[in-house]
């Protein structure tokens, strides 16, 4: 392949950035982004409008799934993909995921004004709800995409307002059967996710870029207790059934089973607690929790996910109230594939850039993606390694770095 000479605009990223940061219900810097709320609809809009200014053919698959496509001289082969998320939980940054979309499309970008040419078609992809805030379940994108969650499973997924993922894509305007999004085995030459870090380690260690070799495995649980209501002044203390007590023994019992049965990988978090009615003189008759669970060996993340469930039946037993353990998923570990993480390697070479091979302990839509196509992850560093906060940042010469890394892993795989 003849040299190639990338002038990234590192500017240009920072402004569409912002711009997009803009899309937010919550007050800047904090960014709030969730699934086709109003919101979210003008940030899909900008990204199309992105994709479209630099060329890319863009579509739709039915879950609302965009693409942009750069066909290449060979378009019967299978293309090289790159991408991530726009949607943003609750009160976090404006770098996680839109750094791998509006960074894509740079990518893009770049390639095209030095003069390249692919053969194998590229496209960018921005892949729904990468983040559970809307329906509970993360990469719900990707998910679909790769087979793991199925069309009737995905359609009758529901919302705080009980309202199904079928009725909400169809009225933000995604049209065709949901049978029409799972993509099969060999679709992609290649999958490639830019991402910021989300943990310390690239900045410690002051390197520019990470490889993926591998994604930890995260899953998933909701647990309701359900006790007796009642007056905080009249009900004593022997006669009650507070909804709550059990939830909070459960989180104890989540944070002793990850540090004891667990190492040094293995995490669990109670992210969501949610007390019914929620007044200072009232008992709780009702509680709903999440927990999380992460490692990057399966079995182990499974013998503290067993124990957790486990332990959320016996509390609520002994404390006499009702208990609903659901799992909401319970994802394998992804790992990653050496041809891609030896065109990233090469790349790294080519732009004169330090790396360090490393696991990625977040889940992203390579997850799935790797079920469907050889993957890998290129990760910037971020601030304190700071991540799902309103104060994450990455520098404009780390992503401007990212950005370069990208294009060169691109412009490799679409010539193989
Ligand atoms: C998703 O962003 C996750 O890794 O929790
Ligand atoms: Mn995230
Ligand atoms: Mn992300
Ligand atoms: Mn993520």
Known sequence: MTELRLAINSERIGRNLDRLAEFSDAPSPAVTRVLFTPTDMLGRQFICDLMQQVGLQVRLDAAGNIFGRWLGTKPELPPVATGSHCDAIPHSGRYDGTVGVIGAIEAIAALRESGFQPQRSLEVIMFNAEEPTRYG????????????????????????????????????????????????AGCYRAFVELHIEQGPLLEQQNLPIGIVTAIAAPAALRVTFVGEGGHAGAVLMPQRKDALLPAAELALAAERAARELGGADTVATVGILEVHPGAINSIPSRCEMTVDVRDIDLVRRDQVLTSIQQQAASVGNRRNVATTVTLINADPPARCDETVVAAIENATRAANLPSLKMISRAYHDSLFMALIAPTSMIFIPCRGGVSHRPDEYASPAAIQAGVEVLARTLAQLSQE
């Open 137 to 184: 379940i993360g990469c719900l994108g990707s998910r679909l995409m790769s087979g793991r969650l199925t069309p009737p499973a995905a359609a009758d997924l529901r919302d705080e307002q009980d309202e199904t993922f079928e009725i909400t894509r169809t009225a933000a305007g995604c049209v065709g059967s949901l049978d029409t999004v799972p993509l099969p």
